[in-house]
């Protein structure tokens, strides 16, 4: 079974920096994509940043280029995601998933592009204050 455990949240300043870990078990790491979700309050759930498995490009959404850094560990099968210069926009929920990929890559930056991600891991609360 895919499994993803999502640690590392927590509250802090903005401007100040967090890194989110996720530890995945139950499938290959170059047979899907793996990302990294966000639901704040009262809104949809985004896609932040993902990783495809086949050539590891990376993909983030535009409200995090240039302060979010996503990368993987295959040989730990372990998803980090580093933020920096954090707002408080960033506030939210924030969800490890991965999907089998197919040949045109990851899901992403299509509409509602969370619904086609498969496996989702349980979230991890991100609170930055103003």
């Known amino acids: 079974d895919v499994q993803l455990q999502a640690s590392g949240g927590g509250l802090v300043q903005a401007g100040g920096s967090l890194r989110l870990s996720c530890v995945a078990s139950?499938?290959?790491?170059?047979?899907?994509?793996i990302g990294w979700f966000r639901q704040a309050p009262g809104k949809e759930r985004e896609g932040v940043a993902c990783i495809s498995g086949s050539d590891g490009r990376k993909f983030y959404g535009d409200s995090v280029k240039g302060r979010f850094t996503i990368s993987s560990d295959k040989a730990k099968s372990t998803l980090s995601l580093q933020m920096d210069s954090l707002k408080p926009d960033d506030t939210a929920v924030y969800y490890c998933a991965a999907d089998p990929q197919g040949p045109m890559g990851p899901v992403w930056g299509v509409e509602e592009t969370p619904h086609w991600w498969d496996y989702w891991g349980h979230g991890t609360q991100v609170t930055v204050s103003s």
């Open positions: 139950g499938f290959t790491f170059d047979e899907y994509s």
